[in-house]
């Protein structure tokens, strides 16, 4: 296998994870071109080991326990832009085609389509993670979904092994859903595993994206618009959204905290660009604060439910509904697990005992967090808590959104 830049000692998930969990890896390689990333993928499951392509480790919980198998990360870090200088027919919109190889950090990406006056992810700003995760789940927030944007998706197929090259359509995207999400539990999030578990069948080797060349684009969401004093679907500028958006996740405690790349297993992972939102803020302070341990989760641990029209009339009058569709293409009622979570009443901060490890963020009460020193098992306790509070009061059964491995909730 050819292992470029692996160095000898082997990290922790705990290293490599924003939850900073999790036992150590006894395999860890790092390929950084195409063929030592496919060969990295190809190798492990030839000889039947168990596989993890990681990227940013944001959207993972991991067993305390260490983990018998190769953990893969592409330390590929590539945007090209494809038709830069395409003709454009008059009246139709200016689009641009950007490709990422997988193993871009998500931000850096946004960063520089905001640079490069690209418009449709500045909403996406401040996600953790990378280019290759972003399309497992459909990253979204603030009114975008990068399923909007995406237009291919080159995988390498771990089933018939080969490269294959997904449009929009075959991605099957919907709310924290793709069809590589579905490949990896037999019936939906957090069922049965497939053999493929806990990274999906088809591996994502680059993704292209097409975006619109303006410096503006519509403000899709209500507390944003609120933020930049427009309405919802008004045009703003990119550079302003973007800002705008780093503030609401850094006032929310939703940006990874700057710190994580300190360690040696992160550094060189992020480009880290001034402007981003893993700069060092407008005072350029860089020390950690209590605070900053609000930023050690998964972001939202529990997916936004839904429900049937039945299930959701059940709900108090005053619960937040907004009409959804499932994965079958059903018609359904999505509430809000912030919202069951603080009504069933765990608060901001809440933790199971006064000296826990894990608790509530002190900003958000759909992230759970590593408050310093937490093992798996801490979180797992307060995940289970809060699930059968919310079950017992609403008679609602949250699903988790991070990918679990070793552990089950
Ligand atoms: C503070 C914080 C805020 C967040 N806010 C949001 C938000 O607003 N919206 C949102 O949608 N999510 C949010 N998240 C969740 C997370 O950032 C996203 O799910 C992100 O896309 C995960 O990327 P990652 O590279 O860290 O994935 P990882 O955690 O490394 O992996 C997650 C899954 O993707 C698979 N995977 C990774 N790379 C590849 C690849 N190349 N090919 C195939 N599979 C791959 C892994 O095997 C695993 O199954 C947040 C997380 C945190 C910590």
Redesign the pocket.
Known sequence: MNTSDTPRDMPRFAD????EVGGRISEFVEPDSRASFLEAIIMADVMGKKL?????????LVSDEDFDGVVV??KRRQISVLDEAAPVEEGAPHTTTVSAT??VH?DDFVSYCVRMGLAGVEA?S?????????????????GQ??ASVVTAVE?WDREEKAVKTFSREDMDFGY?HSL??AT?YEHGPHTAPTQF????R????EVTFTLLHAQTNAVGMEQLARALGVNVGESFSIQHIRDAVLQI?DAK????DVHRYENPWMVGTVESAPGTALDEGPEGSPESSPEDRN??????FFMNPLLSQDEADKLPADAPRFPAVDEQGRDVVKTSAAWLIDHAGFKAGYKVAEDSTAGLSTKHTL?LTNRGGAQTSDILQLARTIREGVRNTYGVTLVP???FIGVEL
């Open positions: 490599v994870t924003t939850m993890c392509v990681i990227g940013g480790g944001s959207n993972m990360r592409d997988a193993g998500w996406l401040g996600i953790p993670g990378t280019v290759g995760a972003s399309v497992v789940q459909n990253i979204g927030a603030y979904e990068v995988v924290r590589l999400k990896m578990y806990p990274s999906p088809y591996i994502v080797l996740r405690g939703m940006l990874e930023k050690y989760s998964c972001g939202s992230a959104e991070p990918v």
